[in-house]
């Protein structure tokens, strides 16, 4: 009885665990450089026992916390520090989010606006004069350089071009591009189906696809992303009845919907979440079964240092991305100390965040000029555009590292017959 | 994913046996969950600071062979090569410690007591015998840092023939810093004091605070990633300057988890940082492959495992109201029946839960259901027989046990 009423007894993100031990503190990126941030302990398990007594305890320094969750990687005690700061603010905090955060949030919207008048668009956000306004009327800082928008969108390119030959192939996977290859950079999504058909594996788009919604939950626009997590998971759940996984690569999008659809938005995706993976995890999976061999080009040499996205490192997940582009033979590969870079999405683009996000990421920096590498790699690209921003040094997906090195031709021929 | 050993438990005994064994050419994996108690370490390395009668040890070496068998000592053979191997280790990954194994010094704990320790981290006042080497001594405190109790660490110090002056000292950036004054901890302490510039401030604030004291006492707020910045604070203090050990989470404590991950990932070890084991697949007497939470799909496969899970702290072994078990193996477990008898009423007495652990044989191997598994070890904290408060054997446990565990992997 005593045992069972133990086991039962488990309150929501473990927030009984804690131990006030303090130990996510010393990890919090926010936290070492802003002294007006409480920490995690504080704004989490600690607030969170006056906060259950009275709302009122609701503190907003709550919404410096970036949400990078190097808090609960640290946590001996499996406290989901991370998890119980951004349910508080989505029950206490009552301020409704401003145009700029609804411009920043909604990524789909003014992404296929922005993709319309693309070469407009661009030439606009880059002019001096417009970015002046964004600091001032809109607070998105001007030192910013924003993303430049693609003129054809990757579902555009798709459909033309690579759409009918998908069908020839005998397994098949779905692809959750995301907004980052829709509209700004689609040659990601041109590397992913570059790689899988030569693997033998036929490439689709989902019948819906909508922005998983991480950027919508940081700027608090929680109903809309309530309703776009839906979306997506019916989407995936009859692109799993035909078999199919469902392949990423945002380290960003995959830990949005495998795990912060569940914890913060209620969105039921216990069907679905283990069929979401990301690309670099699911070729490394396959090659470690004996599934699947890919072959390189001799002449591919680089230099690359590796960095380990603040949410590729709570999923645990950079092993994959790192062993699999330790199997191409010219690369000679560099893994820099895992910590944030600063941006968090769409924190460091808001004028009253710049200084804090440069701060958190200046050692990385550092130790990235350091590095003397060609460029770097990632699975996020958010971080793709502070690290370009901050250090000049070009930032490549490694699944667009692995498109670059393969060689078509022998990858085709070594997989044939399995 | 295939690796030589796989090790469960990224804290001082994981790492250092993960270390020697990538030091001996091992492809090796260590699957740590969340951080470890080496945040709550005091600077220094125990190796056996009171016996069980709990008199002060003057020398461990000799006192170790009065230890009951089922002391985890009596597994780790020649205890001398051992230290200095560990001494060597912690050298080579950038922690440079004074001390030996034949001689305990003394310590100073943050409230001021004194305890007999084998290893102290270089920077940091130790106490031979029951007198400090200065008469007169300044110990200088950060204003609103409340982690370090002067008033006691006063009395301490006075008891030892010192005089002693507390100096409260500040900078704008650490005035800045209490904002948050519940966030006024060592460590975020560090995160101000940051940067040559302000260390070479602080070293003024200090000269000029000094008066006619003979050496400064600082609590332990320097240096998160390495001791460059308190060796810089040295050279501009011109003074002698010593660290006292602070409340926990420790500053040097932060450091040695990071600086022997940064040793064993150089020498091509694989973290798996935040995840942990959670199952494994046993056939015969073998362990073959363990899963993790996070990588699902994926199985670590490996010729041996350790298993360094830590003690209740670190979930390497866990409790419910009927009984102790090992969770990721189901290793046979040493606890006593009766759970009335878990705790003494007095909490200074020794608490028989604190000997609880895991099983093994002479070599270390895990037991289970009575037999030891082939290719699979435990080391640290896990082990059954040893009271780290009582005897004061924690970190010489940790590695001991690790080295050996390493040892009796590479000779097979
Ligand atoms: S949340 Fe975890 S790391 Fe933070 S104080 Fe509590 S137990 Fe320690
Ligand atoms: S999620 Fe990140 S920024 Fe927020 S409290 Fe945790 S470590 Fe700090």
Redesign the pocket.
Known sequence: MANEMQLNNISENNFEQCLKCSI?TV?????AVNPAYP??KQ??PDGERYRLKNPEFFNDALKM????????VACPSGVN??DI?QKARMKHNTHSPKLRDMMLANTDFVGSMATVVAPVANFAVSLGVSKAVLHSVMKIDKHRTFPAYASQKFETWFKRNAQAQQSKYSKHVSFFHGCYVNYNFPQLGKDLVKIMNACGYGVHLLDKEKCCGTALIANGLYDQAKRQGETNMSSMRSAIAKGRTIVTTSSTCTFTMRDEYHHLLDVDNHDVRDHITLATRFLFQLIDEGKLKLAFRDDYKKRVAYHTA?HMERMGWAIYSTSLLKMIPGLDLVMLDSQ?CGISGTYGFKTENYETSQKIGDSLFKNIADANVEAVATDCETCKWQIEMSTGVPVLNPISIIADAIDVEKTIELNKNR | MKFNTVIMGGGLSGLTCGIALAQAGQRVAIVATGQSSLHFASGSFDLLGYDSEGKAVENPVEAINALPESHPYKKVGDVEKLTAQAQDLLAAAGIKTTGKAGKNHNRLTPLGAVKPTWLTMEDYITIDGDKINYKQVALMNIIGYLDFPTKFIADGLRKLGAEVEVKPITLPELNEARKSPTEMRATNIAKVLASEAIVKRLASEINAKASNAEAILLPAVLGIKNSELAQLLKEQVNKPIHFVATIPPSVPGTRMQALLRKRFEALGGTFLNGDKAVKGEISGTKLNSIETEKLVGTRLEADNFVLATGSFMGRGIVSDYEKVYEPVLGADVDFIADRAQWTRDNVWEAQPYMEFGVKTDAQLHVMKQGKPLSNTYAAGQVLSGNNKVKLASGEGVDMLTALTVANNILNK
Do not use: A, M, Q, T
């Open positions: 996510c990890y919090c990126p926010v936290s920490g995690p704004s989490g916390c970036l949400n990078c969750k190097r808090c609960e520090v991370g700061i603040c944030c």
